[in-house]
């Protein structure tokens, strides 16, 4: 099976494997995004219970493929100089989740055609 990258219509998430989103940490970091807006990398970090090497390396293909975004911000605490980088999924890794929680879906029920 192979990974569309695009969607079949506006606001569709019709079941299709993805190959880019399948990855065990990938799958868990389109997850967290999915349920939120935006999310700081530590945090996400520390919920995948990955190295910030790992989870950099595999931000690196969820971006290269338009599925997420990174971006890096001065933090809100005058005592911290550190800039802190946001991660998000865009309306495309959005779609791409949906549609690969949807063929997993079909997989487990068995109605895969």
Request: some cysteine; charged content about 25%.
């Amino acid at each position: 099976m192979s990974a569309e990258r695009e969607p079949a219509g506006p606001g569709t998430a019709a079941a299709r494997f993805d190959e880019i989103v399948h990855a065990p940490v990938r799958l868990r970091v389109c997850g967290l995004l999915a349920a939120t807006e935006q999310v700081e990398f530590s945090v996400v970090r520390d919920a995948v219970g990955v190295s910030d090497a790992t989870l950099s390396k595999h931000l690196k293909v969820l971006t290269e493929a338009g599925y997420a975004e990174v971006r890096k911000a001065a933090s809100a605490s005058r005592d911290d100089a550190r800039r802190l980088a946001w991660l998000r999924l865009t309306p495309a890794g959005r779609r791409a989740f949906s549609a690969h929680v949807a063929a997993l879906r079909a997989i487990t029920e068995g109605t895969v055609h």
